[in-house]
Structures are given as structure tokens and as C-alpha cells.
């Protein structure tokens, strides 16, 4: 299923790779086995890299075989793995209890590391690609660290490149749309204070629990009456707490926390705002304090500039076929650290099909299951893509021999 005839005989060596940093997974800023086994493959081929950006990242550079078009491309690669304890039954499973390659970022290192190996072995293009191993995907701002580390400034990118496995669509599929792809992530948290007091005379405190109850019923107000029905957003409270088990004491404090979901920064500087105003005028209206004590922007919604969109919809249709690739996929309402890279430079982030007819394969489980593994038969697809991207964006110039 490959263009590359050289790319389809790596599949094997791929698949060792792959199991091996399935077996020995690390968490974020802790990727020190994928890290050195990059590092040892990339000096092995003579590939010049950066270590040590963020702490486990590397950046690699590859020349082509001509550089006149000072042109640049990234492309990029997770290497984190997840707090899971595995149960995917598979004889390569984590041999580190408790973490676990749970969202196949093992095969997104050996996608990148396979399409160094092709790109530096080739050089079959026009400018320069620089590969980008990634750590802390996870929640855990291993792209904006390595941003403010200098990854721009050191290794310039006209455009960005970035794939996810995606148990949900078969293999020989892929997903992707233009503008939002992925949401934000952010967090808050609140703390309601009043005055406690004995269960049977509320009249003598200021009871934090109807105002908490209450507030949870106005923020949900925020999505269904303060945002057009067209801007997609999500606000939850996923957390509650209050009292101390004791049936008559009604407690001081109640404190509650959730997620928002939102796809431009418009509706998530607007919701952060309206929580904010929300919990003042709730608080005063129950006679408690509310207050907002933390709002986090976790993770940045991922959003795919129109150009460089249509331009790996059309390689990936050059490469699976125009039925097997829908350049106009429903928003995810999930977060992926690739977004703060297209914060700062054109790109586009797709979704490579690895699911199978039988729907208790582990490869159909879904991303953080304890039962999930990555699909090894789409590691030759992804890498073609990349090879691809690099050398349809840069071409070398026909008759330069
Ligand atoms: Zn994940
Ligand atoms: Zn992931």
C-alpha cells in the first residue's frame, strides 16, 4: 500500500522498533529509552540532530540533495508514553508497570525515525526537512516547551506536519479538515465560601451548597444561551465537592471543577470571562463568596491553515486514493499538543486509519485504553506520507544532472 517500494521493505525493521519502545515507555520528560534509541539510529545514518530541547526532544535536519530553494519543512513525531497499567495482552506490552504506550506515540517516534532513515538515505528533494521528536504530548506543553527553547528560531519551518494513528477509521484511511481540527483544553477551578453552621438552622450560616448547585446550572447556560449555536463549545463540571460525610453540618466551603472545549481563542477568552462573571454575581446573588481560583489553558485548539491543509488532503489522495480520504472530517472535541506548532507556523495535522475487521483487535480499542496497541501495518503508510509531503512540497529540479 506504499508508493515507495524502499519504504514497504523497511516494514519489518519498523515493527521491531516499535515493539521495542512499545516494551520500555516513558512519561513526559522522561522519554530517556525512545530518546537514546533516536539518538543512537540518527548517528548511525550520520543524520545531525539537536538533543536535550525540552529535555527529551531532538530535532534532526536532513538536507537534500539540492538546497536552492530555502525552503523548509517540519515534520513532527510524539514520544510519550501514559500512567496506564497495560492489559493489551500483547507479547511486546509494557515491561514498565504502570506506563504504557497507550496512544501509539511509540509508532509515531518509528514513523518519524523511519522517514529520517528514507529522507537522509534519498535526499530525493529540494531544501531542508527538519524531524521533530517531540516529548510530553500528554497535557504536559512539550510543544510550547520546545518552542521556548527555540525551536523556530533554530530550525525555521515554512510549514508543519504532524499525523495521529486513529483507531476509529480503517487502515488505508485518513481524516483531516481545514481550520479547526482539535479543541482546546482548559481547566478551571472554584472555590464557593460561606459560613457553616448546624443542618437544622441554614438560617444561621451561609450555606455554600445551594450557590454551588445553582452554578453549576448557569454555567451550562454559557454554551446553550451565550454562544451562537454554530461556535462549538463544551463546559463541564467534572467535579463537586462539600460537606464532610456528616448529615447535620452544613460545610464552609464547597469547591468545583471542570473542563471547556473550544476551537478559536474568541470563545475561550469569552468563556474564561463569563465563568469569572458568573461565579461574582452568583456568589453576591446567595450571599457566599465565588470565586474563580484557577483557569489553565491546557492545551491549544489544533487548527489547520487552508494551504497546507488541501495540500496533504491531496497527498494523502495521491497516495490511498480519493475514497479512502475525507478531507472534511467532523470536529474532535479531544486536545492535541500539536496546535501550539500551528500557533507559529502554517501546517496540517491528519488522522491515519489503523483499525481492523475484528472489533476486539487491541488496534480498535480506543486512544487510553489499557487494551489499546498501535497498528504496525500502517507504519509504512505514514512514512510514505511523510516522504511525500517533503518531496512533492520541495521538488528537486528534473534535469539538474
Ligand atoms: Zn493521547
Ligand atoms: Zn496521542
Redesign the pocket.
Known amino acids: 500500500m506504499t508508493k515507495r517500494n524502499s519504504i514497504a521493505r523497511m516494514t519489518e525493521e519498523m515493527t521491531a522498533w516499535r515493539r521495542e519502545l512499545h516494551q520500555n515507555p516513558g512519561l513526559a520528560y522522561e522519554e530517556t529509552y525512545a530518546a537514546s534509541f533516536v539518538e543512537k539510529k540518527l548517528t548511525e545514518w550520520g543524520v545531525s540532530f539537536k538533543k536535550g530541547v525540552a529535555t527529551t526532544g531532538i530535532v534532526a535536519t536532513i538536507e537534500g540533495r539540492e538546497n536552492t530553494s530555502a525552503k523548509a519543512i517540519g515534520l513532527r513525531g510524539d514520544m510519550d508514553a501514559l500512567p496506564i497499567n497495560e492489559k493489551s495482552g500483547q507479547p511486546w506490552a509494557s515491561q514498565k508497570s504502570g506506563t504504557m504506550h497507550a496512544?501509539g506515540h511509540d509508532g509515531h517516534t518509528t514513523i518519524l525515525l523511519a522517514a529520517a532513515k528514507y529522507l537522509s538515505e534519498t535526499r530525493n528533494f529540494n531544501g531542508k526537512v527538519h524531524l521533530v521528536f517531540q516529548p510530553a504530548e500528554?497535557g504536559a506543553h512539550g510543544a510550547d516547551t520546545m518552542i521556548s527553547e527555540g525551536l523556530f528560531r533554530d530550525f525555521p519551518c515554512d510549514a508543519m506536519y504532524g499525523l495521529h494513528n486513529w483507531p476509529f477509521l480503517p487502515v488505508g484511511k485518513a481524516e483531516l479538515r481545514a481550520g479547526p481540527l482539535l479543541a482546546a483544553v482548559d481547566e478551571f477551578d472554584i472555590t464557593i465560601t460561606g459560613e457553616g453552621g448546624h443542618g437544622a438552622y441554614p438560617q444561621s450560616t451561609k450555606d455554600p451548597i445551594p450557590a454551588g448547585a445553582a452554578l453549576v446550572s448557569a454555567l451550562q447556560t454559557i454554551v446553550s444561551r451565550n454562544i451562537a449555536a454554530v461556535e462549538p463549545v463544551v463546559v463541564s463540571v467534572t467535579n463537586f465537592n462539600a460537606g464532610t460525610g456528616a448529615t447535620n453540618v452544613i460545610p464552609d466551603t464547597a469547591t468545583l471543577s471542570g473542563t471547556v472545549r473550544t476551537f478559536s481563542v474568541k470563545a475561550q477568552d469569552f468563556v474564561e470571562q463569563r465563568i469569572r462573571d458568573i461565579c461574582d454575581n452568583l456568589g453576591a446573588a446567595y450571599g457566599v463568596k465565588a470565586e474563580m481560583t484557577r483557569y489553565f489553558r491546557n492545551t491549544k485548539a489544533t487548527i489547520n491553515t487552508p494551504k497546507e491543509s488541501d495540500f496533504a488532503a491531496q497527498t494523502l489522495v495521491n497516495l490511498l486514493g480519493a475514497d479512502n480520504v475525507n478531507a472534511d472530517c467532523d470536529l474532535c472535541l479531544g486536545g492535541e499538543d500539536f496546535g501550539a506548532f500551528l500557533y507559529e507556523v502554517p501546517g496540517a495535522y491528519i488522522f491515519l486509519g489503523q483499525g481492523t475487521p475484528d472489533k476486539k483487535s487491541p488496534h480498535n480499542q480506543t486512544?487510553?485504553s489499557p487494551f489499546y496497541d498501535f497498528n504496525d501495518e500502517i507504519l509504512p503508510i505514514a512514512v510514505d506520507y511523510f516522504a511525500e509531503l517533503v518531496e512533492t512540497a520541495m521538488p528537486v529540479v528534473k534535469n539538474a544532472a
Do not use: A
Open positions: 496512544c500528554e486512544l487510553h
